[in-house]
């Protein structure tokens, strides 16, 4: 058996949450392999809206194991909470065994999200736009070797080591200002430690290969988006994590012949939220016509999405970076009522028209090179059947499929999983 991977494709946010929850029930176990709470995975059945952070999103299918892997960083008290909140919509997967732990996964500290802040503020105008939920000084520590572990959460002399830990990030805080107080935090991180040690704690690695041997399907689920990769996205606008197929690999413990199918999702069109560039950005009316009908404020922040028309380069990139064996295209219904839609299939960088996302992105903007293309008025929103599809988004489809290579296997027309096509 292998690993299938499911990511986005652009900068998040492209409704990952919602299609490893219609995928669900095909897998024996879904892992998330990277990212933390900067997540914010959305998805609604029964006319029920859950937003889900640090848990895979297979949690609600009743057969599923959920494992939180080794390349994930974990904020306790975030995922108690999230735990608690499932727990008063009557889920309990703690109890139910339906979720388990990597004890190689790093712990985020309230010194963490502090660090994140104060270098953020430094920055200024140039910040990054973090979601200020600590991720990039979790892998900073996790990298140089300094970092606390699930696992050692167990460990008797765990207290001295957060203290160790904290008194370096509160030298390094010194040199930004005064140190807000996270006395109450701190306390909250202690008390949401306790219920950790509450989950069943494994070695992922020899977890996830035990269910391959077993003959069972396995499900990794991405969070943010290839475009915000620490290596490949447009640098330093992106999170600190590998949020490509290749992060499955060290995030989980898994060989890279064990990858099986990779289904990569975008959106009918692109949103970004944070800093760094996005060249099909739209600052006009069309672009908040696309944010308000999207809905498209961030499921973790509340930050309202830049918007703007799909990017090809982009997505090629991503789907070459990804090995993308599959596509899923979400948010098509969003386009319903433009007339004509875009899209970019060049840009014009440094007086040449090129067909790639050049290095130097975040210094010399890339204007993009659009397309025009006959939009349709039909509401996608009750459609269940895929012949009853417009013509005219059908033919969008053709026209990414035929530009990057990939066949779009289903269509998301709504945020509720029954507003799910297979159209191939
Ligand atoms: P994720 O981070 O990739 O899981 O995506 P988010 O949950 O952050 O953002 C996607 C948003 O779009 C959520 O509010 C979803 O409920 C919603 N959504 C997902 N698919 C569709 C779709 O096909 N159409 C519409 N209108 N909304 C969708
Ligand atoms: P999901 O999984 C969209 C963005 C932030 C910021 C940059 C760095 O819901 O798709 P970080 O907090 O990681 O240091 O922020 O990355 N970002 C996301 N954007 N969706 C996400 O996750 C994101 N996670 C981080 O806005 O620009
Ligand atoms: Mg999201």
Redesign the pocket.
Known sequence: MTVDVLLGLQW???G??KIVDVLSPEYDLIARFQGGPN????LEFDNQKY?LNTIPSGIFNEKNMNLIGNGVVIDPIILKRELDNLKSSGFDPVAAGKLVIARKAHLILPTHQLLDAASETKMGEGKIGSTLKGIGPTYMDKTGRNGLRVGDSMLPDFKERYDKLVAKHKSILAHYGEIPDFSEREQAFFDAIDFLRTIPQVDSEHFVNKYLQEGKSVLAEG??GTLLDVDFGSYPFVTSSNTTTAGACTGLGIAPNKIGDVIGIFKAYCTRVGGGPFPTELFDETGEKLRQVGHEF???TGRARRCGWIDIPALKYAIMLNGVTALIMTKADVLSGFEKIYACTHYKHNGEVIDYMPYDICGVPAEPVLEELEGWNEDLTGIRNPEEVPAKLMEYVKYIEDKVGVPVKYLSVGPDRVQTLVIK
């Open positions: 998040g946010d492209e990952k949450g997540a914010g995975h959305t937003v969070a943010q961030g499921a973790t």
